[in-house]
């Protein structure tokens, strides 16, 4: 799989993410994490514009996209640092979504 945004953009392999991901596990283990340490990532929010149905443009937090590699909004990922296995939690989201917002 990849990371590509389309059109004159760069493909970037997923095993990238996997590969930082696990380099950060490396370096806590290093630093002496304690034992079943696991790291918590938010990711960006979705906002509105002033309480409207107007979206604000959104920007993934640079921390969670450098270890997940996700642009959607409103997730959260996690790593237990001694095993390096990964969670990404993506929202469920009602069937209206896709009437709105396609």
Request: proline share 5%; glycine share 8%.
């Amino acid at each position: 799989p990849i990371y590509w945004l389309g059109k004159d953009t760069l493909r970037v392999s997923a095993k990238l993410f996997a590969e930082n991901r696990r380099r950060l596990c490396q370096e806590l283990r290093a630093g002496s994490a304690p034992p079943r340490a696991v790291v918590l990532l938010q990711g960006g929010e979705q906002k509105q514009r002033y309480c409207t149905d107007t979206d604000q443009l959104f920007r993934q937090e640079s921390f969670f996209h450098w270890m997940f590699g996700v642009i959607e909004s409103d997730c959260f990922g996690a790593v237990e640092v001694q095993t390096g296995k990964s969670v990404l939690f993506v929202p469920k989201l009602p069937e209206s979504y896709a009437t709105w917002m396609g």
